[in-house]
């Protein structure tokens, strides 16, 4: 009986062995092949006249895993209507962690791997992979719809004059969502200084001991930073992108006045009990679920936390958006938020060229009216990127659209690259709790760059190093024509 | 133990194993394939990373040689500094906590009692999950608002004993200690067990009939003949708190809050994947592991130097 | 010490103990309890129940993680890469074991030490590096770069564990099996081989544990998402669906559940195996 015992799970461990050693051809995932069909004539224009065909070629996208729920279906059936009008095949595949995408493209390149598109985030793209020379200057390339988006959308993606990637789902901004029922039965107007805040939260802790004022998702670390963007905007008189250009390029110290202001008007949040100990335990989950149980009677997020909200709220109260506080003494700044399309679809530079032409004529596929609102309906777009698209039916459009969206800028980390935004990142909790000064704190940040420099060679304005050879490594050999259908 | 080989001369001849030559051309071919396996995907990608550490690279682009320079910017490193002393912390405090218990919890085992097999599989499950699994679960129950832990106090009216378990920076470390402990502890217990029941009971009984008492017994019997046992135990979490714990702390923690559960490999994968300083990182793995080696082979050497036969 | 006082004080200890053991299996299965529990309590009772067990076990928890997370995928590809690492590492191990233990040749001791440096070598960055060379192998993406891998990382603890196991055995076996008329390699196979069950038991529960949960090596090696195992599917999950806990819970639960089982049925053979490997190495 052993030896049977034996016997079998002996030859169970050599079969799945063979097993594994046969499978040691990469698989293709998701899309079935699509029979090549014959091309049909879409719309007025007939392919072959316009545009060389693509017929019979791959098309391989990746990317991290779709969040959205129900939008990887979207995707697929996009695809497959592609795959039947154009005679090509396209094969997804969209897993792993947003943040894991540079390694990703890392490691297809060196593998040899094709990639033709890969989804991203602004912060990769401005920060890592362009000034990497990953990506392919997308901007004669794109310049036939470049019509298709909302303009400023691109600016997160414009780096010494060349567009590098295509915003993609959503833009957002900041707001600060309040329980507005709350607020209504507690007698306090919508606030617009920081004292109004500060009065607020009084009479809440006073009518409501277990009801935090304000909570955030302290936790997440890479959370903080979106303060210190409202505070700085505001202190440096509205000049922060200016001021944050500065000292990248080395001509403007960040152990300045209006630097050290910004991590200063801060503290208060703590100090005043607006902000309580338990936000630096809280997470993304718990900060919507303390919110929507009416745990907490102010939340600050991004507009790409409407979902959740709406989806922790149900219909327990009224939800209401105010711009973030006026913190600086002088009264008169804007409030101003970070902002922008956070992901982006790109082309990797080590895509073949002779793909060109077809990835293209995917780009001008799914930003089609019909396609693009499919596929991009699914990223609650509040602030669509993609005019054609329809925004999303929320009642606090109108207001994020018509009083925010004015006064949205972009994320500074967009800019600043990842050493000096782990260093705003780790002095903002620091300040807020009175562990380190802000003049700590700003000299915190300054260390980081200077070190950065020192060690890396660390350079914002890159592209003014390289040479004729590095552009040719991103550049498109030759500009395909494709079909545009309207 | 005794490692003679030693066959008699007549059977030697019998199996033409006269040549001590043959003997060791066998050994060599049961070694090999393990060998191969070890040099090719452990020890050559070791060689990669020291020379990759005399570079600046971010990944992506080309390799550009700096020499040395990359050690000097590690030892520049305040935070390289802090996620070693922090490493440091967190293996003594691991060590010493999973070995008293696990010596604690051996000998509580090692005596007749009902449902010893019973209390032996569970104290070692933990050893068994995963730490993805582990790392969310305790995350949960470390929650201020909805975990466990705090849920509990206030059940028992300890708020004042309410904390911010993973967001302190001040107890951040020892809550993700807390979590080591609780998944290795089973190990180390198993491995004084086995010390335990190795002991012949002869030894009590002698010393009982002179007259000893239970801490006798303990300190001048059981202690030094676990000296063998000690020394692996103690060894393993050693090392493996220095080179062995970046999941249970990269899925609470990330390192933070500011740094305070940073250790030594949680920032090394940092500075690779999310700041692209390669040759900077691999740098620091050289010196971590050239630290570690010294350490724990000099451990292992002295520890068992003397063992009993 | 007279007989009634030794017989307190045993009883007092053994009182002590029970407590002590009863204290330990709470703190170590409650929580694995308070997973399961969780796994099968609806989004809004698990916020509220935070302690007991669920009033409405809603079933369709693991159906949704289990289809979502297409678990039945990667729960294939965990069992093809760890039986593949046990099937690598069983037999290599062994082998090289046996002779670090029963033959005396030269260098005997240097590889020995040779192959204990990799419990020193750090985690992580040398994942690169390792990805390098799957590449120049021509083994990228695949389940069998994954094998090779974990299993050349468990060579050094396998050897030094089966070595300390197979110096235990004693070596008048070896003479008694060639005496009958088998070759040193045969006496190996028919003599020694089942005598080191315990031993290899240890392996198995050792480098499988190690195989089944290993995500990060996982992640650089294997992108394709139809070659994924089951931490990675986790990760992925935890990624995607970060408001749904019971669904997340039933996941861990699905992740966890095998391992359980198969650890309480081989429980008995792996301590034994421990135990010897830890005595006399």
């Known amino acids: 009986m052993k030896r049977i015992l ?32 014959q091309i049909e004539a879409a719309g007025e224009a007939a392919q072959s006249e316009e545009a060389p065909s693509i017929a019979g070629k791959t098309l391989y996208i990746q990317g991290s895993a779709i969040t959205y729920p129900g939008q990887e279906d979207a995707w697929n059936e996009v695809n497959a209507a592609f795959e039947e009008e154009y005679g090509v095949t396209v094969v997804t595949n969209f897993s792993g962690l947003w943040s894991d995408i540079p390694t990703q493209l890392q490691t297809a390149q060196m593998a040899g791997e094709t990639v033709d598109i890969t989804t991203c985030g602004a912060n990769q793209i401005n920060s890592t992979l362009v000034r990497a020379g990953m990506i392919m200057d997308m901007t004669d390339l794109i310049a036939p719809i470049q019509d298709r988006w909302v303009q400023s959308t691109f600016t997160s993606y414009t780096i010494d004059g060349k567009i590098w990637a295509l ?24 606030p617009t200084t920081y004292a109004d805040i500060v009065a607020a939260a009084e009479v809440i802790t006073a009518s409501k001991p277990d009801v935090m004022p304000w909570v955030h998702q302290g936790k997440l670390q890479y959370m903080w930073p979106m303060w210190f963007m409202e505070t700085f905007a505001q202190t440096s008189g509205n000049n922060s992108i200016q001021y944050t250009t500065d000292f990248l390029s080395g001509t403007r110290s960040f152990n300045s006045a209006e630097e050290i202001a910004a991590f200063e008007a801060l503290k208060p949040f703590f100090d005043d009990g607006v ?26 997020a991004g507009t790409w936390e409407i979902t959740n909200i709406r989806a922790a709220v149900g219909d327990a109260f009224e939800v209401g958006v105010f711009e973030f506080p006026i913190v600086a003494s002088d009264t008169s700044v804007l409030s101003q938020h970070g902002g922008g399309a956070d992901s982006c679809l790109t082309v990797p530079s080590f895509a073949p060229q002779e793909d ?16 693009a609102n499919k596929i991009l309906s699914l990223a609650s777009p509040l602030l669509p990127v993609v005019s054609s698209v329809t925004p999303l039916d929320e009642p606090l459009a109108g207001d994020l659209n018509a009083i925010f969206l004015p006064h949205t800028i972009g994320f500074l980390d967009w800019i600043w690259p990842a050493e000096v935004n782990d260093a705003v990142m780790a002095a903002i909790p620091a300040v807020m709790t009175g562990q380190i000064t802000s003049e700590e704190a700003a000299m915190s940040v300054q260390e980081a760059y200077d070190t950065l420099v020192a060690e890396q060679e660390y350079k914002f304005d890159w592209y003014s190093d390289w040479t004729d050879e590095d552009w040719a490594k991103v550049a498109p050999q030759s500009i395909p024509t494709f079909e545009v259908v309207e | 133990m005794k490692n003679t080989g030693s066959l008699n001369l007549e059977m030697r001849k019998k199996f033409h194993l006269s040549s001590k030559w043959q003997r060791a051309l066998t050994a060599y071919w049961m070694i090999i394939p393990a060998l191969i396996l070890y040099v090719v995907l452990v020890i050559y990608p070791m060689f990669k990373g020291l020379y990759i550490s005399f570079h600046r690279w971010d990944g992506l682009s080309e390799m550009k040689w700096i020499g040395l320079d990359n050690y000097k910017f590690v030892f520049a490193d305040k ?7 922090n490493s440091f912390v967190f293996a003594i405090g691991v060590t010493l906590v999973k070995n008293i218990l696990g010596l604690f919890l051996a000998l509580v085992v090692n005596q007749e009692l009902r449902g010893r097999t019973f209390f032996r599989a569970a104290a070692f499950m933990p050893v068994t999950f995963a730490f993805v699994v582990i790392g969310v679960l305790w995350s949960w129950i470390y929650n201020p608002t909805f975990g466990l832990i705090n849920n509990l106090l206030q059940a028992m009216g300890l708020e004042s004993w309410i904390q911010g378990w993973l967001s302190n920076p001040k107890i951040a470390l020892f809550s993700v200690m807390v979590v080591d402990i609780w998944k290795w502890t089973g190990f180390h217990m198993v491995l004084f067990l086995a010390g335990l029941q190795g002991i012949s009971k002869e030894y009590y009984e002698a010393a009982e009939i002179d007259g000893a008492g239970m801490f006798r017994k303990f300190f001048h019997i059981t202690v030094p003949l676990l000296g063998q046992v000690t020394a692996v135990s103690v060894i393993m979490s050693m090392v493996g708190a220095f080179v062995g714990n970046y999941d249970v702390v990269y899925v609470m923690t990330g390192g933070g809050p500011f740094h305070s559960t940073e250790v030594a490999l949680t920032w090394i994968v940092n500075t690779t994947f999310r700041y692209a300083q390669v040759g900077k990182a691999n740098a620091m793995s050289m010196i971590l592991f050239v630290f570690v080696a010294i350490f724990g082979l000099a451990q292992f050497y002295f520890m068992t130097r003397n063992k009993a036969e | 010490m007279n007989k009634f006082g030794k017989k307190a004080q045993k009883s007092v200890a053994h009182l002590f103990s029970y407590i002590v053991m009863a204290v330990v299996v709470i703190l170590t299965i409650y929580p694995v309890l308070w997973m399961i529990f969780g796994s099968l309590k609806s989004d809004t009772e698990f916020y509220s129940n935070i302690w007991g067990w669920p009033t409405n076990p809603v079933w369709s928890n693991y159906v949704t993680a289990w289809v979502n997370a297409d678990m039945g995928i990667r729960f294939l590809n965990s069992i093809i890469v760890t039986v593949g690492t046990l099937a690598v590492v069983l037999p290599f191990i062994s082998m ?20 204990l440096l990799s419990l020193m070598i750090p985690q992580g960055v040398t994942a690169i590096p390792i990805f390098s060379v799957v590449i120049n192998l021509g083994l990228q993406n695949t389940r069998l770069s994954l094998i090779l891998v974990l299993s050349s990382q468990a060579m050094g603890f396998g050897i030094f564990l089966m070595r300390a196991f197979f110096i235990s055995l004693p070596k008048e076996l070896e003479e008694a099996a060639m005496i009958d008329g088998c070759t040193p390699i045969g006496a190996f196979f028919r003599v020694i081989l089942p005598l080191a069950k315990p031993g290899l038991a240890t392996m198995v529960v050792f480098s499988g544990m190690a195989a089944w949960n290993d995500y990060f090596m996982s992640s650089i090696l294997v992108r394709n ?22 669904q997340l819970f039933a996941m861990l639960s699905i992740v966890t559940i095998p391992i359980v089982i198969a650890y309480i049925i081989g429980q008995k053979q792996f301590i034994s195996g421990l135990t010897a490997g830890a005595v006399k190495g």
């Open chain 1, 356 to 371: 060109l032409g077809m990835i293209m004529q995917y780009f001008e596929y799914i930003t089609r009216v019909d396609n």
């Open chain 3, 225 to 246: 998402s139809k070659l994924m195992t089951l931490p990675l599917g986790l990760v992925n999950y935890i990624g995607q669906h970060i408001t749904n806990y019971p």
């Open chain 1, 275 to 300: 902000l309580t100990q338990a936000s630096l335990d809280t997470d993304q989950t718990g900060m919507d679920t303390a919110f929507g149980q009416q745990k907490a009677a102010m939340m600050y």
């Open chain 1, 167 to 190: 915003p993609w789902d959503s833009a957002s901004t900041s707001a600060v969502f309040y329980n507005k029922t709350m607020f209504d039965e507690l007698g306090i107007e919508q």
């Open chain 1, 6 to 37: 034996y016997v079998l799970f002996s030859s169970i461990m050599v079969l799945t062995l063979a097993v594994a050693c046969a499978q040691t051809a990469p698989v293709a995932t998701e899309e079935p092949a699509a029979a090549p069909a």
């Open chain 2, 79 to 85: 935070i390289f500094w802090k996620a070693i002393k």
């Open chain 3, 96 to 115: 090289a074991a046996y002779a670090f233990a029963k033959i005396k040749f030269p260098g005997s001791n240097l590889l020995f030490y040779f192959f």
